[in-house]
């Protein structure tokens, strides 16, 4: 059974920083993409970031370039996310999400795993 476990949210001041974690199991971590997306209340969930089967592959929101940074470890089956210079709309339930193969998908639906969500809250 495949679990995807989120970490590290929290309530911080606007320009702050935070970190992400998601641990994963049940399967081999690296063969597939990792993501990130978020939802804040009342909107859509939406992509944020996500990193290919080796790490070297990555892809961000617009919202997000800059200020973002995943990474991954296949050693631990480990995805984070580094988020820096947050902003009050940067305030969603952050989501990790493992998808059906390898390389990275901006769509829900290229999702077959999530983990339950953290809840970031940025302060103005």
């Known amino acids: 059974q495949v679990q995807l476990v989120e970490s590290g949210?929290?309530?911080?001041?606007?320009?702050?920083?935070?970190r992400l974690n998601c641990a994963a199991s049940g399967r081999t971590f690296s063969n597939?993409?990792?993501?990130?997306?978020?939802?804040a209340p009342g909107q859509e969930r939406e992509f944020v970031a996500g990193v290919a089967w080796s790490g070297?592959?990555?892809?961000?929101?617009?919202?997000?370039?800059?200020?973002?940074?995943?990474?991954?470890?296949?050693?631990?089956?480990?995805?984070?996310?580094?988020?820096?210079?947050?902003?009050?709309?940067?305030?969603?339930?952050?989501?990790?999400?493992?998808?059906?193969?390898?390389?990275?998908?901006?769509r829900l639906r290229g999702m077959d795993y999530w983990g339950k969500g953290t809840l970031v809250t940025v302060s103005s």
């Open 56 to 106: 070297r592959s990555t892809n961000y929101a617009d919202s997000v370039k800059g200020r973002f940074t995943i990474s991954r470890d296949n050693a631990k089956n480990t995805v984070s996310l580094q988020m820096n210079s947050l902003k009050p709309e940067d305030t969603a339930v952050y989501y990790c999400a493992s998808s059906t193969n390898a390389w990275v998908d901006e």
């Open 32 to 39: 597939y993409a990792m993501h990130w997306f978020r939802q």
């Open 9 to 18: 949210g929290g309530l911080v001041q606007a320009g702050g920083s935070l």
